[in-house]
């Protein structure tokens, strides 16, 4: 069993920044985040792999980034130019090595307003 703790979430003014970190136990192959606004499905954020491997959704290529600290079993996202759109309950997200099984955490939100 795999868990994830979350942290990092608030209430930031457009164009600000929040960083949200997330600490898995075990050993993993994947971490990530998704997120969910009201009355929308879960999405793609951002995925790195133990490798370093990275993957974005296209909404928040140039804006924000994904890192993992292997040794702390650690993954952040720093998120800069924060938009209203990017509004939502984040979750992380593992996956471990040759398993197909999805962990996730119970969710940070994320609000950007004025």
């Given amino acids: 069993q795999v868990q994830l703790v979350e942290s990092g979430g608030g ?3 457009p164009g ?3 960083r949200l970190s997330c ?3 075990g050993s993993i192959f994947s971490l990530g985040w998704y997120r969910q606004a009201p009355g929308k499905q879960r ?6 792999t133990s490798t ?13 980034t994904i890192s993992r600290d292997n ?9 800069n130019s924060l938009k209203p759109e990017d ?15 999805e962990y996730w955490g119970q969710g940070t939100q994320v609000t950007v307003s004025s």
């Fill in 11 to 13: 209430l930031v003014q």
């Fill in 16 to 18: 600000g920044s929040l």
């Fill in 23 to 25: 600490v898995a136990s």
């Fill in 43 to 48: 999405e793609l954020v951002a995925t790195i």
């Fill in 52 to 64: 370093g491997t990275s993957n974005y959704a296209d909404s928040v290529k140039g804006r924000f």
């Fill in 71 to 79: 040794a702390k079993n650690t993954v952040y996202l720093q998120m």
């Fill in 87 to 101: 509004t939502a309950a984040y979750y992380c997200y593992a996956r471990r090595y040759f398993s197909s099984t």
